[in-house]
């Protein structure tokens, strides 16, 4: 009715909560910078800035405008109005019945068009793996650029919590923030916990897998990991993600001769979650996430919906974090079977 009565008013609710959304994922910016990754001018963004500082949203000091607590309480008051008005509501509904997983979260937008959905992806992963923390607890962390926005946009503890937070699998050789190693200790740092280090490569072979999995401080490291309270992971294309642990030619065609089409854990999947390959890595194995233990999944882009749904087929995902771009890719499909 509201709607009917103010047909504007919808859209600069939207608009503003974009702004103010922004505002928290950049913090502390400046209106020149916010302004860019808006694609507006400094001219039309004063006037929101204006009404946002009136109202005790935001806090602008000398490196830039900053959201206040009031602001969040806003910003998170008004995310399931903004779901329900662009359809992500519903369209959560849709993917977690597809899916099996009994929570979904879909952000705006196609991490593969916006860094800034990326953004996103990661803080709404943060959200979700804070309402699974119950301290004492361990955490278990796979790599990837999911995983490292979510350590860097999990809201800073102000108090010590007994919660470790350890790399699900080795990783040596990828780039340094992306390695599980970076991210467990950074979003240690951001709980006030604890976490500790797994220094060993991720590509081995058989034979050098199975002797360091027998040696006493590594053992010790890998029960560790297999029994984390939680796991978060992301989810990857198979090819891309084969390419990346330099796997060799004759492998990469085997998976596509298989057809894969994600990874997860060092684990090759085709579109059924069906393994088609297993690379020799030392920590977290797919038999380890059955049990009490809660499992979330993050990953966006519509290239990943495949992928996304691969895993689901694969094992239990207790939530799943992603964005428009990939679930739509996923339902489109279900359509498509459905209709054919």
Same mark, same amino acid.
């Not at 702004?19 to 913090?27: D, G, P, S």
């Not at 108090?159 to 599980?180: K, S, Y």
């Not at 590509?203 to 309270?229: C, G, H, K, V, Y």
């Given at each position: 009715?509201?709607?009917?009565?103010?047909?504007?008013?919808?859209?600069?609710? $939207?608009? +503003?909560?974009?702004?103010?959304? $922004?505002?928290?994922? !950049?913090?502390?910016?400046?209106?020149? %910078?916010?302004?860019?990754?808006?694609?507006?001018?400094? +001219?039309?963004?004063?006037?929101?800035?204006?009404? =946002?500082?009136?109202?005790?949203?935001? /806090?602008? &000091?000398?490196?830039?405008?900053?959201?206040?607590?009031?602001?969040?309480?806003?910003?998170?008051?008004?995310?399931?109005?903004?779901?329900?008005?662009?359809? +992500?509501?519903?369209?959560?509904? #849709?993917?977690?019945?597809?899916?099996?997983?009994?929570?979904?979260?879909?952000?705006?937008?196609?991490? /593969?068009?916006?860094?800034?959905?990326?953004?996103?992806?990661?803080?709404?992963?943060?959200?979700?793996?804070?309402?699974?923390?119950?301290?004492? *607890?361990?955490?278990?962390?796979?790599?990837?650029? #999911?995983?490292?926005?979510?350590?860097?946009?999990?809201?800073?503890?102000?108090?010590?919590?007994?919660?470790?937070?350890?790399?699900?699998? &080795?990783?040596?050789?990828?780039?340094? /923030?992306?390695?599980?190693? %970076?991210?467990? #200790?950074?979003?240690?740092?951001?709980?006030? &916990?604890?976490?500790?280090?797994?220094?060993?490569?991720?590509?081995?072979? $058989?034979?050098?897998?199975?002797?360091? @999995?027998?040696?006493?401080?590594?053992?010790?490291?890998?029960?560790?990991?297999?029994?984390?309270?939680?796991?978060?992971?992301?989810?990857?294309?198979?090819? %891309?993600?084969? %390419?990346?642990?330099?796997?060799?030619?004759?492998?990469?065609? !085997?998976? @596509?001769?298989?057809?894969?089409?994600?990874?997860? =854990?060092?684990? =090759?999947?085709?579109?059924?979650?069906?393994?088609? !390959?297993?690379?020799?890595?030392?920590?977290?194995?797919?038999?380890?996430?059955?049990?009490?233990?809660?499992?979330?999944?993050?990953?966006?882009?519509?290239?990943?919906?495949?992928?996304?749904?691969?895993?689901?087929?694969?094992?239990?995902?207790?939530?799943?974090?992603?964005?428009?771009?990939?679930?739509?890719?996923?339902?489109?499909?279900? /359509? *498509?079977? !459905? &209709?054919?």
């Amino acid at each position: 009715m509201s709607q009917r009565l103010v047909p504007e008013l919808t859209e600069k609710v $939207r608009t +503003r909560y974009r702004v103010l959304k $922004r505002i928290e994922l !950049h913090q502390p910016v400046g209106r020149r %910078t916010l302004a860019h990754v808006l694609g507006v001018s400094e +001219r039309v963004l004063r006037a929101d800035v204006e009404v =946002f500082k009136e109202q005790g949203l935001i /806090e602008v &000091g000398p490196l830039g405008m900053a959201i206040t607590e009031t602001g969040v309480d806003v910003l998170q008051a008004l995310d399931p109005i903004m779901k329900t008005l662009d359809g +992500r509501a519903e369209m959560e509904l #849709s993917l977690a019945e597809r899916l099996g997983i009994a929570r979904v979260v879909v952000v705006s937008g196609d991490s /593969e068009q916006s860094e800034d959905v990326t953004r996103d992806v990661g803080q709404a992963a943060a959200h979700v793996l804070r309402t699974f923390l119950h301290p004492p *607890c361990t955490v278990a962390v796979t790599g990837g650029s #999911s995983l490292a926005m979510l350590a860097e946009l999990m809201p800073q503890a102000t108090t010590p919590q007994d919660v470790e937070v350890v790399p699900a699998r &080795g990783g040596l050789g990828e780039r340094h /923030e992306l390695l599980a190693n %970076t991210i467990a #200790s950074q979003l240690a740092a951001r709980l006030s &916990g604890r976490y500790r280090m797994f220094h060993v490569p991720e590509s081995l072979s $058989r034979a050098t897998a199975e002797r360091l @999995a027998q040696e006493p401080t590594i053992a010790e490291m890998i029960d560790r990991i297999r029994s984390a309270n939680l796991v978060v992971h992301g989810i990857g294309d198979a090819l %891309t993600m084969a %390419t990346r642990r330099g796997l060799d030619e004759e492998t990469v065609a !085997h998976l @596509a001769l298989r057809g894969a089409v994600a990874e997860a =854990f060092g684990y =090759f999947f085709d579109a059924e979650g069906h393994i088609v !390959h297993m690379m020799n890595t030392v920590g977290l194995k797919l038999e380890d996430l059955s049990g009490d233990k809660m499992v979330i999944g993050v990953a966006g882009g519509r290239a990943k919906g495949p992928a996304i749904e691969a895993v689901a087929h694969a094992y239990r995902m207790d939530a799943l974090v992603t964005d428009e771009g990939a679930a739509r890719a996923i339902l489109k499909k279900g /359509e *498509c079977t !459905h &209709g054919s």
